[in-house]
Structures are given as structure tokens and as C-alpha cells.
């Protein structure tokens, strides 16, 4: 029989990856693998070095970004489950992750759903306290996520915190920024973060803004708020009195008009759907009174690995009849203009601040009508759950509606259009004219200045997502 190899077993994907690329090289089946320390009365063998370093052989991405999560799963078998999938990838089944019900895939997907559970609860969960240092200001915040997942959270709170210096501290890691980047550094006990600071009242206030005594669960608010988190959570003092209250404020809430009835983008947006199952969820959406009149939602269109995502109004009446953005008129100028900028489909993903057609009714005729700021706001988890699965360089607002959603009202388009600024979803985020402004346009001046204006706006788009010098566009 042949004898088993004992690969070392660490935390992280880099450490994983070398060693399965080793096992890879040396034709190590899956079985003759054993991750961690030898034990009992085997004998050693370690994985053979190649002379040579030898390469990661091809796998799809979808893989690659699995297996960068699951090598944070807090339990051994992770290892094991990835190289058993990759060896499979890698030994005649390219497709395997297309097999849904395969246990191998559906074990992955396990590990991973439950790293990306994780991570979710961790950027939740963090809470900073003031640290008043030699050098000024510092924020720490010391958090036990179920598993070891600080370092896959650098860049997003590198993003979501680029105003200030922090630390983030757990048992098993701890991540630091100082204003320019951030790195890594050893796991940290929970003494060696502060307990209380004024920000405390602030969170206090937050939490008691946006509890919703309708939506009071017990059971699921312990599982979405577990209760080892809550000591480090300042607002969990306020939960016992919000209970109490909650039957007298559902009381007065009923009394009020309008509250939607059903499911609104909040309950349905969930952190472990991708985009598909992004794109399902949002026909079950209530969240505004649009979904009455309108056929159906109409959810974003294009690569999930698109570099670049266009965010629209709303859609139009052939948009709401066909079930997918930008399809009518407005679409087809969109699509010359990107054209004429020199981008191809596959390196855009559009999208609509709002997903329901909005319109008056006049004969037989649906008349486009401003989406309100009620839709914008009730849609927004919507369009940010599409910009985190994606993730592009570059988001594009074609028009006011697009930029008031993303990048709040003081955005004006003719003003600012142009010029590139980060946004939390993307680094580079630009707002440009509607591709409808031009077929809106009172003589055909305006309109000829408005095209230029797209696709000039989307030639630095396009720059910007491949990092490169801006290419000439013709203007008509
Ligand atoms: N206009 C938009 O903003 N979006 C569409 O999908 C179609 C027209």
C-alpha cells in the first residue's frame, strides 16, 4: 500500500496553497494525504519538495475565491476538502463546481458559507473605542469571530475606516491601519483592549434608532446578535428596555400609513447570496409601493467580474416588459457610447438605482415618472448587495438618480460629472449624463455636447478600470 504523507497544516491560504502545489507535483492522491502532525505509531513522511518550485496548475477563479475564505475555517478539515476538490479539478473534472449536490462541492460550500457568515458578523460586531496615544487619537476594538477571518477583512475596513488610525484585535489575529495601509500582527487577549469611551452613548443612539419593534424575534435576534459578541456591544445594554417597549411602539407604527407590506430589500439581502440568488430574492421584494404596477423587477445584467458597473434611474417600460435594464432607446444610445469608448460588454455589469418601473398611466401608454427618494432609499440594499458581490475599479452614476444613491444629494451632475472619486464600493467612482438626456435634448446641439459627454466620461471609465492612458473618442 502506498504510504501516507503528513502535510503541515496552517492557517491562511498562502500556507495551504504551497503545500497542496507540492502534493499536486508529487501526484498525491487525495487519500495518501494526511493535514497536520503525525500521530500514533506512523511514521513520518513529509510532502516531497520539487526542484523546482513547482506552478499552481490552472483551476477556474471561482475556486481560487472559495478557497482564499475556506482556508479560515476554524476546523482542520479544511485543508483536506480543498485539496480532495482541487485534485479533482485538476485530475478530469474541470467542472466540478457546476455539481451542486456532489459532497465534495456541497461540503466546500459549507465550509465557505460558513467563513463568509463569519466575516459578516465580524464586520458587523466591531466596535471601536477611543485611545488617546502620544500621537493622537487612536481607535481600538477587540472582537472573537467563530473563525480566524481578520485577515481577509483588511482592505474592507481599511475602506469603511480610511479617516482615522485603528486596531482591531481577536484572539487569533489582529489588523492594524495607520491612516496609509494596513497590516497584520499577532492575536491580542481581550485585555489588551479598552472597554468604555464617549462613543458608547453614540452607538447607543444608533441602535435605538434602527431597532424595529415590528421585527422583534428573540430567537433570531440572539442568532443574528450572538451573545458572545455582546459584551464587546455597547447598544446591548439598551435591548431589555426596546423589548419592553416594543408592543406600544407596533401599536403606533400601525396606526401610521404607508408601512410596506411585505418583505423589504433589508429582511431579503443576505450576505451569503451571490449575485443569482441575489437576482431571485429581489423578486419577492415589497419594499416600495412600486412592485404593484410594475411587471416584475428588473435586476442587473452583465459579468459578475466586470471591472467596470454602470448604475442607471430606473427601468423603462421595455425594460420592465423584457426583464432586463437598459434594452430600450436609452439602452441603445448607452450601447454606442460604450462603443465609441472602446468598451465591450464583458467589461461592464448594468444595473438601476431602482429595480421597478415607476410610471403614470396615460391611455395605453406608461409614462416614465421619477423614481422618489422613498424608492431610491428602499432599493439602495439592493444595488450596494450587487457593488459587494462585484466589487469593480470603477462605478459610473449615469444621471442624478444614480448619484443621489450612491453618492448622496449634494452631487450635481453637470458640475461634477467627470471627475473620478472613491466611493466604499469601488476606488474609482465617477458620475456622468444619462444616456436618455441626449434623446431629451432640446435641438440637436445639446444633444451632440450630452453624447460627447457620455462617452468622453466613459473613456476615463474605461481608463481608469484597466489603469491605463485615456483613448480619443469621436464625438458624434
Ligand atoms: N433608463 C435607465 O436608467 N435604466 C434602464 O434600464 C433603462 C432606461
Same mark, same amino acid.
Given at each position: 500500500?502506498?504510504?501516507?504523507?503528513?502535510?503541515?497544516?496552517?492557517?491562511?491560504?498562502?500556507?495551504?496553497?504551497?503545500?497542496?502545489?507540492?502534493?499536486?507535483? !508529487?501526484?498525491?492522491?487525495?487519500?495518501?494525504?494526511?493535514?497536520?502532525?503525525?500521530?500514533?505509531?506512523?511514521?513520518?513522511?513529509?510532502?516531497?519538495?520539487?526542484?523546482?518550485?513547482?506552478?499552481?496548475?490552472?483551476?477556474?477563479?471561482?475556486?481560487?475565491?472559495?478557497?482564499?475564505?475556506? =482556508? &479560515?475555517?476554524?476546523?482542520?478539515?479544511?485543508?483536506?476538502?480543498?485539496?480532495?476538490?482541487?485534485?479533482?479539478?485538476?485530475?478530469?473534472?474541470?467542472?466540478?463546481?457546476?455539481?451542486?449536490?456532489?459532497?465534495?462541492?456541497?461540503?466546500?460550500?459549507?465550509?465557505?458559507?460558513?467563513?463568509?457568515?463569519? !466575516?459578516?458578523?465580524?464586520?458587523?460586531?466591531?466596535?471601536?473605542?477611543?485611545?488617546?496615544?502620544?500621537?493622537?487619537?487612536?481607535?481600538?476594538?477587540?472582537?472573537?469571530?467563530?473563525?480566524? *477571518?481578520?485577515?481577509?477583512?483588511?482592505?474592507?475596513?481599511?475602506?469603511?475606516?480610511?479617516? @482615522?488610525?485603528?486596531?482591531?484585535?481577536?484572539?487569533?489575529?489582529?489588523?492594524?491601519?495607520?491612516?496609509?495601509?494596513?497590516?497584520?500582527?499577532?492575536?491580542? $487577549?481581550?485585555?489588551?483592549?479598552?472597554?468604555?469611551?464617549?462613543?458608547?452613548?453614540?452607538?447607543?443612539?444608533?441602535?435605538?434608532?434602527?431597532?424595529?419593534?415590528?421585527?422583534? @424575534?428573540?430567537?433570531?435576534?440572539?442568532?443574528? @446578535?450572538?451573545?458572545?459578541?455582546?459584551?464587546?456591544?455597547?447598544?446591548?445594554?439598551?435591548?431589555?428596555?426596546?423589548?419592553?417597549?416594543?408592543?406600544?411602539?407596533?401599536?403606533?407604527?400601525?396606526?401610521? $400609513?404607508?408601512?410596506?407590506?411585505?418583505?423589504?430589500?433589508?429582511?431579503?439581502?443576505?450576505?451569503?447570496?451571490?449575485?443569482?440568488?441575489?437576482?431571485?430574492?429581489?423578486?419577492?421584494?415589497?419594499?416600495?409601493?412600486? &412592485?404593484?404596477?410594475?411587471?416584475?423587477?428588473?435586476?442587473?445584467?452583465?459579468?459578475?467580474?466586470?471591472?467596470?458597473?454602470?448604475?442607471?434611474?430606473?427601468?423603462?417600460?421595455?425594460?420592465?416588459?423584457?426583464? %432586463?435594464?437598459?434594452?430600450?432607446?436609452?439602452?441603445?444610445?448607452?450601447?454606442? =457610447?460604450?462603443?465609441?469608448?472602446?468598451?465591450? &460588454?464583458?467589461? *461592464?455589469?448594468?444595473?438601476?438605482?431602482?429595480?421597478?418601473?415607476?410610471?403614470?398611466?396615460?391611455?395605453?401608454?406608461?409614462?416614465?415618472?421619477?423614481?422618489?427618494?422613498?424608492?431610491?432609499?428602499?432599493?439602495?440594499?439592493?444595488?450596494?448587495?450587487?457593488?459587494?458581490?462585484?466589487?469593480?475599479? /470603477?462605478?459610473?452614476?449615469?444621471?442624478?438618480?444614480?448619484?443621489?444613491?450612491?453618492?448622496?444629494?449634494?452631487?450635481? /451632475?453637470?458640475?461634477? %460629472?467627470?471627475?473620478?472619486?472613491?466611493?466604499?464600493?469601488?476606488?474609482?467612482?465617477? /458620475?456622468? /449624463?444619462? $444616456?436618455?438626456?441626449?434623446?431629451?435634448?432640446?435641438?440637436?446641439?445639446?444633444?451632440?455636447?450630452?453624447?460627447?459627454?457620455?462617452?468622453?466620461?466613459?473613456?476615463?471609465?474605461?481608463?481608469?478600470?484597466?489603469?491605463?492612458?485615456?483613448?480619443?473618442?469621436?464625438?458624434?
Amino acid at each position: 500500500m502506498a504510504e501516507i504523507v503528513f502535510a503541515p497544516l496552517q492557517m491562511g491560504f498562502s500556507a495551504w496553497r504551497d503545500v497542496a502545489r507540492d502534493c499536486l507535483a !508529487a501526484g498525491l492522491e487525495p487519500s495518501r494525504v494526511e493535514w497536520g502532525a503525525p500521530q500514533g505509531l506512523f511514521s513520518a513522511f513529509g510532502v516531497p519538495k520539487p526542484e523546482a518550485p513547482a506552478p499552481m496548475p490552472t483551476v477556474p477563479r471561482r475556486f481560487m475565491q472559495v478557497a482564499r475564505r475556506v =482556508a &479560515h475555517h476554524r476546523d482542520d478539515r479544511r485543508a483536506s476538502t480543498l485539496y480532495r476538490v482541487l485534485w479533482r479539478l485538476t485530475h478530469g473534472e474541470p467542472r466540478l463546481l457546476e455539481s451542486a449536490a456532489d459532497p465534495d462541492v456541497v461540503e466546500l460550500r459549507t465550509l465557505d458559507a460558513q467563513v463568509r457568515r463569519s !466575516a459578516h458578523k465580524t464586520k458587523a460586531f466591531v466596535r471601536f473605542r477611543k485611545v488617546e496615544a502620544e500621537d493622537g487619537e487612536h481607535f481600538v476594538a477587540w472582537i472573537q469571530p467563530d473563525h480566524p *477571518v481578520l485577515p481577509l477583512l483588511g482592505e474592507f475596513f481599511a475602506e469603511r475606516f480610511s479617516d @482615522m488610525r485603528w486596531s482591531i484585535l481577536s484572539p487569533d489575529a489582529s489588523l492594524h491601519y495607520d491612516g496609509k495601509s494596513w497590516s497584520l500582527g499577532p492575536g491580542r $487577549p481581550r485585555s489588551a483592549a479598552p472597554t468604555h469611551d464617549e462613543l458608547e452613548a453614540l452607538w447607543k443612539t444608533y441602535y435605538r434608532a434602527i431597532f424595529n419593534p415590528a421585527r422583534v @424575534m428573540v430567537k433570531a435576534m440572539t442568532s443574528e @446578535m450572538p451573545k458572545r459578541h455582546w459584551h464587546t456591544l455597547p447598544e446591548t445594554s439598551e435591548i431589555p428596555g426596546l423589548l419592553a417597549d416594543s408592543a406600544r411602539r407596533v401599536d403606533a407604527m400601525l396606526a401610521m $400609513p404607508s408601512a410596506p407590506e411585505g418583505p423589504t430589500a433589508h429582511a431579503l439581502v443576505s450576505e451569503l447570496d451571490d449575485l443569482a440568488s441575489l437576482h431571485e430574492a429581489l423578486s419577492s421584494c415589497r419594499g416600495c409601493e412600486l &412592485h404593484e404596477a410594475a411587471t416584475a423587477p428588473v435586476p442587473g445584467r452583465g459579468s459578475p467580474h466586470a471591472p467596470i458597473v454602470l448604475v442607471g434611474e430606473q427601468p423603462g417600460d421595455l425594460e420592465d416588459r423584457a426583464g %432586463r435594464p437598459f434594452v430600450g432607446p436609452a439602452g441603445r444610445e448607452l450601447a454606442q =457610447a460604450l462603443e465609441a469608448a472602446g468598451l465591450s &460588454h464583458d467589461e *461592464v455589469y448594468l444595473t438601476n438605482a431602482v429595480k421597478h418601473f415607476s410610471y403614470a398611466p396615460s391611455g395605453k401608454r406608461r409614462l416614465h415618472s421619477k423614481p422618489r427618494a422613498t424608492h431610491i432609499r428602499a432599493c439602495r440594499p439592493w444595488l450596494l448587495a450587487e457593488l459587494e458581490r462585484i466589487r469593480p475599479r /470603477v462605478v459610473v452614476c449615469l444621471g442624478a438618480t444614480a448619484a443621489r444613491a450612491l453618492l448622496g444629494v449634494e452631487v450635481r /451632475v453637470m458640475r461634477d %460629472r467627470g471627475t473620478p472619486r472613491a466611493c466604499a464600493w469601488a476606488p474609482h467612482a465617477l /458620475v456622468t /449624463v444619462h $444616456p436618455a438626456a441626449a434623446l431629451r435634448a432640446k435641438d440637436a446641439g445639446r444633444a451632440a455636447e450630452l453624447r460627447a459627454a457620455l462617452r468622453s466620461d466613459l473613456a476615463r471609465a474605461r481608463a481608469l478600470a484597466r489603469g491605463a492612458p485615456e483613448k480619443e473618442v469621436e464625438s458624434s
